[in-house]
Each structure stands twice: as structure tokens, then as C-alpha cells.
């Protein structure tokens, strides 16, 4: 009986992960990618969750990009030309989002400083 | 004080539709493509562009805010202001040909994109979506969702002069 459900479980196990054969490298690396893209369509949602059909096509491009030996920085690269830093959950250090990046510690800084000008005045 | 910068940058927030992705094709070239076209045995490609500013248009048999669009595009097309060529987005060749019989043909041609790579070079999301083009086949400006009397008339047709004028 426990035989039965181990089996059972490892069964599901097997058949609910996202992976696509081939290697185990390959298959880390496509998870992890379509993990870390956006889908456009349904935009609060990764590639690998959305099931509309344009995720479905990125996807499998990714997959395709993947087993032609292309590595992760050259498709992610791929998508953002085309579909602009958006798509990356990830967005790279650039001037036009360095408000992104530096925004939370500027905001830290003012806060630290208002709190810090009130001790002085008390 | 603090407070009214805050409020500021929520309502900022939440006036700018984030929605509307800026496109990074924007002043780039057509990507190249070689794609079968509609009602006819040939293929085209980029080189079959016109030497003229034209709006390449992205549509569907299975989009619904098409068939709100298209009526605008069949006043483009009567207008003659600018030409008109369409991309047949991951569609059905017999539900696409049915589609134009039933709603107008506005199109000088139409480019076949079965598997969507054309859409996916040229970062479509969401159909229908528009690019205008100009005479070096160098996208000038990209309209996302159903283009309206409105935009044609207070957005294209003006982008259409300032850039007809370019070399």
C-alpha cells in the first residue's frame, strides 16, 4: 500500500514538472528562463504560468533557442529587443531605469534624513 | 509635504498606462521576413514594401476588436492618404479570405504569419496593432489595440506629415 502511493506520488511528481527532456542542463536553464520573462499579454503573470498563446509561442522559442546552443544573455537579449525591458523581470542596470535601481535607497535616505532632522529639533 | 510628493507619484502612477509598452523597434528597420501572401501563389518580402510611408497593419479573423478596426481601416483606404498593408496573424487561410469578404478588403496585400514569428520580430502582444512605416521601411511609430477615427486623424495622419518630409 505505501509502495502504491510512493509510486503514485512520484508518478505526479514526475508529470507536473515543466521539464522537457533532452539534458538536465538544458531543462534548468529553460525553466529558469521562461520563469524570468514576462508575458506581454496577461502582464502580472511569468511566461511559464500564462497559458495565452502568445506565451506558449515564447516558450517554445526559448526551448528552440535553447537546444540550437544559444545561451541565456543572447535570448533574453532576443526578447527585450523585440519586446523592450518589460519583458525581464529582471531589468538590466540602465539611465533609463536607474530610478528603478537607486529609487529605494534614495527614498531610504530622505526618510532616514527627515526622521533625523525631528531628533535634532526635539 | 512628504505626504503631497507621495500622493503626486501614486496618482502619477496611476495615470500612466503601463499597458502600452514602448516599443524598441521604434526608429528601426522592418525585420526581415520572406512569408507567403494571402489569395495569391507568391511570397513577400521586405523588398516589396513600398517606397512610400504605408501603415503595416496586424490583424486576425479571430481578434474581435478587428472588426471595430476594420471599418476604420476601410475609411483609410477609401481616403487613399496612405497605403495599407496587412499581417495575418496566426490565422486560418479559409477563415482569413471569408473574413475579408464579409468585412472589405482595405489591404494592397497581406503577409501570411502562421506561426507568429513576424508578430514575435515585431514584439506583438496584443492584436490588433499598427505600425507606421516610412519610405526607407524604417518604423516610425507603433499604435497597440483597435486604431480609432480619432488616431488616424489626430495621431497618423500627422505623424504622416511631419515624416513624408524626410529624406
Not at chain 1, 525553466?31 to 502568445?54: D, G
Not at chain 2, 479571430?62 to 476604420?72: D, F, K, L, S, T
Not at chain 2, 514584439?123 to 496593432?129: A, I, K, L
Request: glycine share 4%; hydrophobic share 45%.
Amino acid at each position: 500500500m505505501i509502495n502504491k502511493i510512493f509510486f503514485f506520488s512520484l508518478l505526479m511528481f514526475i508529470s507536473s514538472s515543466n521539464s522537457y527532456g533532452e539534458n538536465i542542463k538544458d531543462t534548468k536553464l529553460y525553466n529558469k528562463i521562461i520563469t524570468e520573462l514576462r508575458c506581454m499579454v496577461c502582464q502580472n503573470q511569468n511566461i511559464a504560468e500564462s497559458e495565452a498563446p502568445l506565451a506558449v509561442d515564447l516558450r517554445n522559442k526559448v526551448k528552440t533557442m535553447i537546444s540550437n546552443g544559444y545561451d541565456e544573455k543572447h535570448i533574453k537579449k532576443y526578447m527585450s529587443d523585440r519586446y523592450s525591458d518589460f519583458i525581464l523581470y529582471d531589468p538590466p542596470f540602465r539611465a533609463q531605469n536607474i530610478i528603478l535601481w537607486i529609487g529605494p535607497f534614495l527614498f531610504l535616505l530622505i526618510i532616514y534624513f527627515i526622521l533625523f532632522r525631528k531628533n535634532i529639533i526635539k | 509635504m512628504v505626504f503631497v510628493v507621495f500622493v503626486l507619484l501614486l496618482y502619477l502612477g496611476l495615470s500612466n498606462n503601463s499597458r502600452l509598452v514602448h516599443s524598441p523597434l521604434i526608429n528601426k528597420a522592418v525585420p526581415n521576413f520572406n512569408l507567403p501572401v494571402l489569395q495569391s501563389e507568391s511570397y513577400a518580402n521586405n523588398s516589396n514594401f513600398p517606397d512610400d510611408v504605408f501603415l503595416l497593419n496586424i490583424w486576425a479573423s479571430w481578434c474581435v476588436a478587428c472588426i471595430q478596426e476594420h471599418q476604420v481601416l476601410n475609411l483609410i483606404h477609401s481616403e487613399k492618404k496612405v497605403r495599407l498593408i496587412g499581417i495575418n496573424y496566426k490565422d486560418r487561410i479559409d477563415d482569413a479570405v471569408g473574413w475579408l469578404k464579409i468585412y472589405g478588403n482595405p489591404y494592397e496585400y497581406n503577409i501570411i504569419d502562421k506561426d507568429g514569428q513576424l508578430g514575435i520580430d515585431l514584439g506583438v502582444y496584443g492584436v490588433p496593432e499598427t505600425f507606421l512605416i516610412d519610405k526607407n521601411n524604417i518604423i516610425r511609430a507603433k499604435y497597440i489595440g483597435a486604431i480609432s477615427e480619432d488616431i488616424y486623424y489626430n495621431e497618423i495622419l500627422p505623424t504622416i506629415e511631419i515624416i513624408s518630409d524626410d529624406k
